[in-house]
Protein backbone atom coordinates (compact mmCIF):
# COMPACT_ATOMS: atom_id res chain seq x y z
CA UNK A 1 0.00 0.00 0.00
CA UNK A 2 1.41 3.47 -0.91
CA UNK A 3 1.72 6.18 1.59
CA UNK A 4 -0.19 9.58 0.20
CA UNK A 5 2.22 11.50 2.48
CA UNK A 6 5.54 9.98 0.18
CA UNK A 7 3.05 11.16 -2.93
CA UNK A 8 4.94 14.60 -4.57
CA UNK A 9 3.07 17.04 -6.26
CA UNK A 10 3.86 18.13 -10.02
CA UNK A 11 7.07 20.62 -10.10
CA UNK A 12 6.92 22.48 -13.63
CA UNK A 13 10.21 24.25 -13.13
CA UNK A 14 13.21 21.53 -14.26
CA UNK A 15 15.13 22.79 -11.01
CA UNK A 16 12.11 21.95 -8.86
CA UNK A 17 11.47 18.72 -10.30
CA UNK A 18 14.95 17.50 -10.14
CA UNK A 19 15.66 18.00 -6.33
CA UNK A 20 13.26 15.72 -5.81
CA UNK A 21 15.46 12.79 -6.71
CA UNK A 22 17.02 14.23 -3.46
CA UNK A 23 14.33 12.63 -1.65
CA UNK A 24 15.02 9.13 -2.96
CA UNK A 25 17.33 6.25 -2.05
CA UNK A 26 16.70 3.77 -5.15
CA UNK A 27 14.69 4.53 -8.53
CA UNK A 28 12.24 1.57 -9.82
CA UNK A 29 12.64 1.17 -13.64
CA UNK A 30 9.16 0.48 -14.25
CA UNK A 31 8.04 -2.24 -16.66
CA UNK A 32 7.19 -3.44 -19.21
CA UNK A 33 8.33 -0.41 -20.73
CA UNK A 34 11.09 1.64 -19.43
CA UNK A 35 11.10 4.73 -18.08
CA UNK A 36 13.88 5.53 -20.05
CA UNK A 37 13.29 9.89 -19.32
CA UNK A 38 12.57 9.32 -15.43
CA UNK A 39 15.89 6.49 -15.28
CA UNK A 40 17.85 9.12 -17.42
CA UNK A 41 16.96 11.76 -14.15
CA UNK A 42 17.65 9.57 -11.58
CA UNK A 43 21.01 8.41 -12.74
CA UNK A 44 21.77 12.04 -13.27
CA UNK A 45 20.60 12.93 -9.85
CA UNK A 46 22.76 10.12 -8.56
CA UNK A 47 20.25 8.44 -7.82
CA UNK A 48 20.80 4.26 -8.43
CA UNK A 49 18.27 2.47 -10.43
CA UNK A 50 17.09 -1.35 -10.85
CA UNK A 51 15.61 -2.13 -14.32
CA UNK A 52 14.11 -5.66 -15.58
CA UNK A 53 15.30 -7.17 -18.86
CA UNK A 54 12.67 -7.77 -21.41
CA UNK A 55 12.29 -8.71 -24.78
CA UNK A 56 12.54 -5.87 -26.83
CA UNK A 57 14.27 -2.10 -26.87
CA UNK A 58 10.93 -0.36 -25.59
CA UNK A 59 11.44 -3.17 -22.75
CA UNK A 60 15.61 -2.73 -22.23
CA UNK A 61 16.22 0.90 -22.65
CA UNK A 62 17.41 0.91 -18.64
CA UNK A 63 19.63 -2.01 -19.25
CA UNK A 64 21.49 -0.09 -21.97
CA UNK A 65 21.84 2.84 -19.74
CA UNK A 66 22.72 1.07 -15.90
CA UNK A 67 25.36 -1.20 -18.84
CA UNK A 68 27.05 1.45 -20.74
CA UNK A 69 27.69 3.21 -16.68
CA UNK A 70 28.90 0.09 -15.43
CA UNK A 71 26.20 -1.23 -13.15
CA UNK A 72 24.91 -4.33 -14.90
CA UNK A 73 24.55 -5.53 -11.19
CA UNK A 74 21.71 -3.48 -10.86
CA UNK A 75 19.94 -5.39 -13.55
CA UNK A 76 17.12 -7.75 -12.95
CA UNK A 77 16.55 -10.76 -15.31
CA UNK A 78 13.20 -11.99 -14.07
CA UNK A 79 10.40 -10.19 -11.63
CA UNK A 80 11.39 -12.51 -8.88
CA UNK A 81 14.93 -10.78 -9.30
CA UNK A 82 14.06 -7.29 -9.59
CA UNK A 83 11.84 -7.43 -6.40
CA UNK A 84 14.80 -9.59 -4.60
CA UNK A 85 17.35 -6.85 -5.99
CA UNK A 86 15.32 -3.89 -4.77
CA UNK A 87 15.36 -5.56 -1.22
CA UNK A 88 18.65 -6.11 -1.23
CA UNK A 89 19.71 -2.81 -2.24
CA UNK A 90 17.60 -1.23 -0.08
CA UNK A 91 19.07 -2.93 2.72
CA UNK A 92 22.17 -2.19 2.27
CA UNK A 93 22.54 1.34 2.99
CA UNK A 94 26.21 1.72 3.19
CA UNK A 95 26.63 1.22 0.00
CA UNK A 96 23.95 3.68 -1.16
Known sequence: EVDA???QPLDLATGDHLAKYNLMDISLDP???????????????????ITLKGQCHAHNVGVS???TLGLEDWIAEDQDHYIRLAQEKAAD???L
Not at 37 to 44: D, G, P, S
Open 31 to 49: FPYAGTTTTCEALWMGVPC
Open 5 to 7: RCL
Open 65 to 67: LLT
Open 93 to 95: LTA
